[in-house]
């Protein structure tokens, strides 16, 4: 089983909105894929509850014996892939989801002061020797700034492909209890979160 962590201090930045899609992506494209938030506010929880389908497993996480615990349970049962969403904090429990984690993704709008907000999350990451990627999420469609936040992301460290555009088909799937794929699967959303998946999962497969 693989594990991917959704990590950065700054709220609103799109780790519950990504790890909800990419779970859904995932599975698919034939993955079995167990959410677990480790966040209080409880955004993936809500969501849900609004769902229909049965999967994508859930499970909420409070503690870090917890986390260990469930990892272990769900490998055991056969699950793929486990993707792990926490809150925009720094706490011993962001910490231990950053150490389990084969690949972290670090969110950020391209603007800079989400830029910069990804320092001391990148900082942690680094101190754990975890794999990591940026994703660029809720890009303007047309903007010029895409490019810079892209260049300057590039240079320090991975960015993951493609940039997410801002779309309503994103707030809109998370209010009905869908992934994107699910809710309009020809939309542009839907194709940017399959190849986002498409690129993580290469990530995964390749050695660290
Ligand atoms: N690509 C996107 N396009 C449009 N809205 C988005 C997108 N990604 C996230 N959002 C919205 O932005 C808000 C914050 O996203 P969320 O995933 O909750 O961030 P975080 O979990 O990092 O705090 C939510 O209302 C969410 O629906
Ligand atoms: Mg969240």
């Not at 720094?90 to 231990?96: E, G, N, Q």
């Not at 998370?174 to 290469?202: C, D, H, M, Y």
Request: proline share 5%; with cysteine.
């Amino acid at each position: 089983m693989k594990t991917v962590t959704f990590v950065t201090q700054k709220g609103g930045s799109g780790k519950s909105s990504l790890a909800a899609n990419l779970a859904v992506a995932a599975e698919q494209a034939g993955e079995r894929v167990f959410l677990l938030d480790l966040d209080r506010q409880g955004t993936l929880a809500r969501w849900i509850d609004r769902r229909t389908a049965e999967t994508p497993g859930f499970d909420t996480i409070a503690s870090e014996s917890q986390l260990d615990a469930a990892l272990a349970t769900l490998a055991q049962q056969h699950f793929t892939v486990a993707i792990l969403d926490t809150a925009g904090t720094d706490s011993p429990l962001v910490t231990a989801a950053i150490r389990v984690a084969d690949l972290c993704l670090v969110p950020a709008r391209p603007t800079p002061a989400d830029l910069e907000a990804t320092q001391p999350t990148l900082s942690a990451i680094q101190a754990t020797r975890r794999r990591f990627a940026f994703v660029l999420s809720q890009a303007p469609v047309r903007s010029g700034r895409l490019g810079e936040a892209a260049a300057g992301l590039r240079m320090l460290g991975v960015l993951a492909e493609p940039p997410i555009a801002q779309r309503n088909d994103h707030q809109d799937a998370l209010g009905a209890g869908q992934g994107v794929t699910e809710f309009n699967p020809g939309g542009k959303a839907a194709e940017e979160i399959r190849s986002l998946w498409g690129w993580i999962a290469t990530k995964l497969k390749q050695k660290a």
